[in-house]
Structure formats: structure tokens, C-alpha cells
């Protein structure tokens, strides 16, 4: 199984979407191996246009949604306090993304910086695929 973040979401959902991630989200999705979380989907439905809501709802229908527990809002609130206690302060949807991704030792599929940041920092063991 493999985390996809929000910015491969909106790569692969793009008309003119980077192709690499594209087609690693749609062989994902054709082995049954994509997976999403609940502050993926809630960025995702937040940004998108009418006329696009029904392609993702079918897309992310077709992949596992993995739902916070009360372990990934402890954690991310933890590891927020290290970042912030460094001088860096990053979107609490990616944190709890990437505690997810950690915490179920799934490979996160990403293509934000934030990322990087957060594994140099707080999550060393997280493991970031960025195909371009």
C-alpha cells in the first residue's frame, strides 16, 4: 500500500498533470495498492471546482482511505512541538499526513517539499517517493 499525498492527487487528477505521477497513481489504483487519509481528502474536495467533484470521488473511491486515530493526533501534536521548537512551522494536514504514512510504514507518494522537512526533522524512518 502507498500514501498518496494531496500533490500527487492533484498531478494525477490535472488534464496536464505531471505523466510520471499520473501514471504511478493510476498503476497504484489498477493493483488495488493507492491509499489516501482523511486530511488528503478534505484538501482535496476544499479545491476543487464543481465540475470536478465526481472524478474524485470515483478516484479516491477506488483506493483505501485510512482514518486518523487518536495516536496520529498525539504524535503529529508532538512532533509539531519539535518543529516549532526549531524555528519551523509547516501545514498541520501534512504533519498528519506524514505521521500516518510513518506510523503504517506506508511509502508516501508526495510531491511537497514539506515532506522533506518533516522526515529531516521529526520523522527520519518516513519514507518519500517523488517521481520527478
Keep these: 500500500m502507498t ?4 500533490s500527487a ?4 487528477f490535472r488534464r ?5 505521477v499520473k501514471a504511478l497513481v493510476r498503476d497504484l489504483l489498477a493493483i488495488q495498492k493507492a491509499a489516501y487519509t482523511c486530511p ?5 474536495f476544499t479545491g476543487a471546482r464543481q465540475e470536478e467533484l465526481d472524478d474524485l470521488r470515483i478516484g479516491l473511491g477506488l483506493a483505501s482511505r485510512i482514518v486518523l ?6 504524535l503529529a501534536g508532538s512532533s509539531n512541538a519539535a518543529l516549532i521548537a526549531k524555528g519551523i512551522k509547516l501545514p ?3 504533519l498528519l499526513i506524514a505521521i500516518v504514512a510513518d ?3 506506508l511509502p508516501l507518494l508526495a510531491m511537497d517539499a514539506h515532506f522533506e522537512m518533516i522526515r529531516e526533522h521529526t520523522l527520519t524512518g518516513l ?3 517523488s517521481p520527478t
Design 16 to 20: 496536464r498533470g505531471d505523466p510520471q
Design 92 to 94: 498541520a494536514s501534512d
Design 3 to 6: 500514501l498518496i499525498d494531496t
Design 103 to 105: 506510523s503504517g510504514k
Design 69 to 74: 486515530l487518536p495516536e496520529h493526533w498525539d
Design 9 to 12: 492527487w492533484i498531478e494525477f
Design 127 to 129: 519514507k518519500i517517493i
Design 40 to 44: 488528503v481528502a478534505f484538501e482535496l
